[in-house]
């Protein structure tokens, strides 16, 4: 391929948004940038994030209040206007074709700079008489002399699968026989998805057709308007509305060969609508500073880690963090952003995943209890109080001291001691036994049969349960880790549960008494809060909970 100007052609040559060298692609690849883990910055050098919005639609509308272009090539190549005052269009994809996806069990992943560390995984399964492939994915780049690299390898077994379900079955032994609970599914585009984007706009007569992809964007820099997206799949908050997005449009075939809308927008622009869906906009001040830092850190650390089989970097929903936005913009979360511009967790020479959760019910959950990759230093269980100290005496809580610690918290724990999230610091729930097993059945693949007991096989350092046997008539099946377990157990709030048989309403059971809401691990954001209300800054609330993590400014 020749060399040419713009490290991406897809977002090059955007006023303000800086060039450096890069490749050049025919335009039947015109698509290939879309999967790309390299960056394109600002002049100040913030980088520009590519957003998921929309996936598996047939037709989309949008709009703006003034004019729209419309860029085939990506900006900077040629363009077509229209419209003079409001502009509104439909979208619809033609002749679309799905990706072609190879699914590999992912055994675990690993900073890249972590050589040892790789070598000693690799060895360790290679002698259990697995053969072993390596991917990497992300990016190393710098900011004022600092390098900020959050590649990382995954090691996966040198076997691929060409459906989802195979891969998930292989996994699923795989995590019985070694007892690893964080197992998890990497997805390697063989062939991308294919399309014809046809755009429709109301007082133009013409259909215009753009193949792979196109760039929509206002001219005078207006807000675009999507229309009736949909979010929260999956939960019970589910549904649609419309949302308006600042920076461009990029409408282009998803893995399905569906219609997919990708948002290419600034970092710090970016956060200004994500903060706010985040976390309670009137919480402190000291709050806010700190969801704003631990969110640009999580999104750094994630961008081309994530959707290696999508055409963008990060979603706009819960599986990565939720964006929604001008519409939610706030000021008080604007300001937030402001203040913390560029800042982020560093641990040692490496960027720190400050990942968080909505209320840890007393204590923090460690990393490689929840996720692959994820056993860092500085993600490890803390307690949420004053006091300090952890209410388990072993390596691991047992039954009798979760139950102990359920129903009798710690005196001033932070997450019990505000307003804010209180109905999830502590719960109870009836959930019955054919809501498991069409839960159980939904996350193995595999019927239980009638649910005759459930058994927990292990326990985080927060008490969450990460491994749970449920045993049904059908046979026994081992859920893991501590997601797909609140799945199959009817959406709990969180895996922090004891539980005992019961029935309720003519219905058999299991009554859940549980704390937390969601996994648990970095930043408690309504302890968060709790802290910022007895007086702790932002950088106080951080060190609390990432201890041994440095804030940096890079840009």
Not at 443 to 459: A, F, N, S
Request: hydrophobic fraction near 35%; proline fraction near 4%; glycine fraction near 14%.
């Amino acid at each position: 391929m020749r060399r040419a100007i713009g490290i991406l052609w897809l977002l090059a040559s955007v006023p303000g948004w800086a060039q450096e060298e890069g490749e050049d692609f025919s335009r039947r690849d015109r698509t290939a940038l879309l999967y790309q883990t390299k960056f394109l910055f600002t002049e100040d050098q913030v980088p520009i994030v590519t957003v998921g919005l929309v996936e598996g639609e047939r037709e989309v509308s949008f709009d703006s209040e003034g004019p729209l272009e419309f860029w085939p090539e990506g900006y900077g190549g040629p363009s077509i206007r229209l419209g003079i005052g409001r502009t509104s269009c439909k979208a619809r994809i033609e002749q679309g074709h799905g990706a072609r996806i190879r699914y590999w069990v992912a055994l675990n992943r690993l900073p890249a700079r972590d050589l040892a560390g790789i070598r000693r995984e690799r060895a360790a399964w290679e002698g259990q008489g697995l053969k072993v492939r390596a991917f990497q994915r992300g990016s190393i780049f710098g900011f004022y002399g600092r390098v900020l690299d959050n590649r990382t390898v995954t090691l996966v077994e040198d076997d691929p699968r060409e459906t989802m379900a195979g891969a998930m079955e292989r996994r699923d032994a795989l995590a019985a026989r070694s007892g690893i609970a964080t197992l998890e599914v990497f997805e390697e585009v063989v062939d991308r998805p294919t399309g014809v984007i046809e755009v429709q706009c109301v007082g133009q007569s013409a259909r215009m057709s753009f193949p792979g992809m196109v760039m929509v964007g206002s001219p005078e820099g207006r807000p675009l308007t999507l229309r009736s997206v949909e979010y929260g799949k999956g939960f019970a908050w589910h549904g649609r509305e419309d949302r308006s997005y600042r920076g461009r449009l990029v409408l282009t075939p998803d893995r399905e060969g569906r219609l997919a809308v990708v948002n290419a927008v600034d970092a710090e622009t970016l956060l200004k609508g994500l903060v706010p869906s985040e976390i309670y906009v009137d919480a402190p001040a000291a709050a806010l500073e700190a969801q704003a830092i631990v969110a640009r850190g999580e999104l750094f650390a994630k961008l081309g880690n994530r959707h290696t089989a999508d055409p963008f970097m990060v979603c706009a929903d819960v599986h990565c963090q939720v964006y929604k936005g001008v519409g939610r913009e706030d000021p008080r979360t604007s300001r937030a952003v402001d203040a913390t511009r560029g800042r982020m967790l560093f641990h040692g020479d490496g960027l720190a995943d400050s990942v968080y959760g909505a209320s840890c019910g007393g204590h923090s959950e460690s990393g490689e209890a929840v996720w692959q990759g994820s056993g860092h230093d500085y993600l490890v269980g803390v307690p949420d109080h004053p006091g300090g100290t952890r209410f388990y005496q072993g390596e691991r809580p047992t039954e009798e001291e979760v139950a102990r610690f359920l129903a009798n918290p710690p005196v001033g724990t932070y997450c019990g001691a505000t307003r804010y999230g209180r109905e999830s610091f502590r719960w109870n729930r009836f959930v019955s036994v054919a809501e498991i097993r069409q839960g159980v059945t939904r996350e193995t693949g595999q019927d239980p049969g009638e649910v005759r007991d459930l058994r927990v096989l292990d326990r985080g350092a927060s008490g969450r349960v990460t491994r749970l046997e449920v045993i049904g008539s059908a046979g026994t099946r081992v859920l893991s880790p501590e997601l797909r377990i609140r799945k199959a157990l009817g959406g709990l709030r969180s895996s922090l549960v004891v539980f005992e048989r019961a029935r309720e309403g003519g219905q058999e059971g299991f009554r859940f008494t549980g704390g937390g809401f969601g996994h648990g691990v970095g930043m408690c954001q309504v302890g968060a809060i709790g802290r910022a209300q007895a007086g702790q800054d932002a950088a106080t609330i951080l060190k609390a909970y990432y201890p041994g993590t440095e804030l940096i400014q890079i840009y």
